[in-house]
């Protein structure tokens, strides 16, 4: 299997932040010490705090402000081609995490190595 180019990216939705992290390139505890580093959040209690697992896509789409855009966006199901498995940190409570999904997100900031 092909790797993606995606390594990690920042993501929002309005205040909220998220950091969406290769499954490809990064073990679990290396996603953990990145999501610490990128959302300020201590996660060194690596069984105390909310991720979720997802994909992203490198597709067009339509952002929060009706922009259409060209870059990462985190999905819920992979789709056939070009998807690359995530593991998904938010910066805020667990339960605020659960009941907004994450769907149709685009990422801010990515690191492709």
């Not at 069984?47 to 979720?52: C, G, Q, R, V």
């Not at 597709?59 to 199901?77: F, L, P, Q, S, T």
Request: contains cysteine; glycine residues 6%; charged residues 25%.
């Amino acid at each position: 299997m092909r790797l993606s180019k995606f390594h990690y990216g920042v993501f929002s939705s309005g205040e909220r932040k998220y950091v969406a992290i290769s499954k490809q390139r990064y073990t679990f505890e290396e996603a953990v010490k990145i999501a610490s580093e990128q959302l300020n959040v201590d996660y060194s209690d690596s069984y105390s705090f909310p991720y979720n697992e997802a994909w992203v896509m490198h597709r067009a789409g339509i952002n929060e402000d009706c922009e259409k855009v060209v870059g990462w966006w985190i999905e819920h199901k992979p789709r056939p081609n070009r998807c690359c498995p995530c593991w998904i940190f938010p910066a805020m409570e667990y339960d605020d995490f659960v009941s907004i999904g994450t769907v149709g997100k685009c990422c801010e900031e990515v690191y492709d190595g």
